[in-house]
């Protein structure tokens, strides 16, 4: 219930600031005003300002004041089996059975049980840029080649919270997949990445 509290301050704020109430760079009230004006506790409201901070709305050090962040930096995605250069955060690791749709991209049965990992992948001032959910079967081995298909994705509620989005939100969805050197799949991946952050460049073929 306090969770369901402090993501609900978390979207008024951000509804706030999209409706310009706050600007980029303008100072936010301090936690004891704006709970004061909410009528909620101020631990909420700093619940609120640090998933904000996380997700690249609000920019400031913890204790002190905060602000409305500038809009994101846009990166380019050429490579999407090169590793990311920045911080990342392994936010889930347990095994998952394969549905349908996994089972077909890593050639197992239905229900197979799989490795998984999620990573939320940092830009240098520590915001959410791209969400990376991998899965693969037994040990994770060396690749000798990749596949990547571009689609869009509805971002779903836990995406979202994590990349400060609303649910439902387009994002840039590549799924890859890793081979052996007989083509035999090793591990596939979704990557998440917000629209509003990134550009999707495709590489010339090679001759």
């Known amino acids: 219930m306090a969770e369901?509290?402090?993501?609900?301050?978390?979207?008024?704020?951000?509804?706030?600031?999209?409706?310009?109430?706050?600007?980029?760079?303008?100072p936010l009230p301090s936690r004891a005003e704006l709970?004061?004006?909410?009528?909620?506790?101020?631990?909420?409201?700093?619940?609120?300002?640090?998933?904000l901070r996380r997700t690249g709305i609000l920019e400031g050090a913890e204790r002190k004041a905060v602000y409305v962040a500038h809009p994101p930096a846009m990166r380019t995605l050429t490579d999407a089996d090169a590793p990311w250069p920045f911080g990342s955060e392994t936010t889930d690791t347990r095994p998952?059975?394969?549905?349908?749709?996994?089972?077909?991209?890593?050639?197992?049965?239905p229900g197979?049980?799989?490795?998984?990992?999620?990573?939320?992948?940092l830009d240098p001032g520590g915001r959410s840029a791209m969400l990376v959910s991998s899965w693969w079967r037994g040990q994770r081995r060396p690749?000798?080649?990749?596949?990547?298909?571009?689609?869009?994705?509805e971002?779903?509620?836990?995406?979202?919270?994590?990349?400060?989005?609303?649910?439902?939100?387009?994002?840039?969805r590549v799924i890859r997949t890793r081979?052996?050197?007989?083509?035999?799949?090793?591990?596939t991946?979704?990557?998440?990445?917000p629209m509003d952050r990134w550009l999707i460049r495709l590489a010339p073929a090679q001759p």
Not at 35 to 51: D, F, I, K, N
Not at 96 to 109: C, F, G, H, I, N
Not at 143 to 153: D, I, N
Not at 158 to 164: F, I, K, P, S, Y
Request: net charge negative.
């Open 35 to 51: 709970a004061s004006e909410l009528g909620v506790h101020p631990q909420t409201v700093r619940l609120a300002y640090v998933l």
């Open 96 to 109: 998952r059975p394969a549905s349908v749709e996994l089972a077909e991209r890593l050639d197992v049965q």
């Open 4 to 26: 369901a509290r402090f993501r609900r301050i978390a979207a008024t704020i951000r509804q706030r600031i999209n409706a310009g109430e706050w600007q980029p760079g303008e």
């Open 179 to 187: 081979f052996d050197h007989d083509g035999r799949p090793l591990e």
């Open 143 to 153: 690749h000798t080649s990749f596949t990547a298909e571009l689609g869009v994705w």
């Open 155 to 172: 971002l779903p509620e836990e995406q979202a919270h994590a990349l400060g989005l609303l649910v439902d939100t387009l994002a840039f």
């Open 112 to 121: 197979a049980m799989l490795r998984h990992e999620a990573l939320e992948c």
């Open 189 to 193: 991946a979704d990557l998440i990445l």
